[in-house]
């Protein structure tokens, strides 16, 4: 059964630190682009960063690139998502994805239609 499973959400104060991580199981990441999307409540689903298989390419969206770290461990069948100087804003359910298109190896977009295996989801909430 192939699965991506979130955890390490939580809740953290203004300009705290969280570092989710992307487990997968039934199938292998390397091959794979990560991407980690959010939706906060009454919002569409945006895209955060993501990470190209072969090189490791990153992206981070305008408004956590310096703050976010997207990284990728597949020896551990894991991908990451370091979240420092954390804001209200920040505040919304985090998903990772994979997706394997003609370019992904060498880098990475986040078009949600690319990216085929969701998981489920973890909360992040940025309040005092």
């Known amino acids: 059964q192939v699965q991506l499973v979130e955890s390490g959400g939580g809740l953290v104060q203004p300009g705290g630190s969280l570092r989710l991580s992307c487990a997968a199981s039934g199938f292998t990441l390397d091959y794979y682009m990560i991407g980690w999307f959010r939706q906060a409540p009454g919002k569409e689903r945006e895209g955060v960063s993501c990470?190209?298989?072969?090189?490791?390419?990153?992206y981070y969206v305008d408004s956590v690139r310096g703050r976010f770290t997207i990284s990728r461990d597949n020896a551990k069948n894991t991908a990451y998502l370091q979240m420092n100087s954390l804001q209200p804003d920040d505040t919304a359910v985090y998903y990772c994805a994979t997706a394997l298109t003609s370019y992904s190896d060498y880098e990475c977009r986040l078009i949600q239609h690319e990216y085929d295996r969701w998981g489920q989801g973890t909360q992040v909430t940025v309040s005092l």
């Open positions: 990470i190209s298989s072969a090189n490791k390419n990153t």
